[in-house]
């Protein structure tokens, strides 16, 4: 479908690599937005972190997308966090109390700042 698009690129702070996404993740980007998250925890990477900032909307599946990225890191210690989410991504992740389980934070600096404090 054309209209439909989603990019995802990666860089790094202080040796965490963060997942910038922007775009919408639905069902046609979700393969693409899965591919970007499992490269990242295939890197060896036990934390995640991804910027929402420029994510417009996300729907079920990649809720699911993240979901699955947290069955894998958790029993290694790891974590999914979640930065600048719009108001309809928040409000979702509040309905379904998503919040409690990923980490939600304003700004990548505030994301990397909780994670350091964690380790």
């Known amino acids: 479908m054309e209209g439909i698009r989603l990019e995802t690129s990666t860089h790094e702070v202080d040796g965490i690599k963060v997942l910038d996404v922007a ?27 991804v910027n929402m900032e420029q994510v417009t909307y996300m729907d079920s599946s990649g809720f699911g997308t993240l979901l699955s990225a947290t069955k894998r890191l958790r029993p290694e210690g790891g974590t999914v966090n979640l930065v600048a989410c719009n108001s309809a991504i928040d409000r979702m992740l509040r ?17 990397l700042a909780a994670l350091k404090a964690q380790n």
């Open 23 to 49: 775009g919408e993740i639905d069902v046609y980007t979700a393969p693409k937005f899965k591919e970007a998250v499992n490269q990242i925890i295939n890197e060896g990477q036990k934390d995640l972190v």
């Open 95 to 111: 309905i379904t109390r998503l919040n409690t389980v990923f980490g939600t934070y304003q700004t990548v600096d505030e994301a």
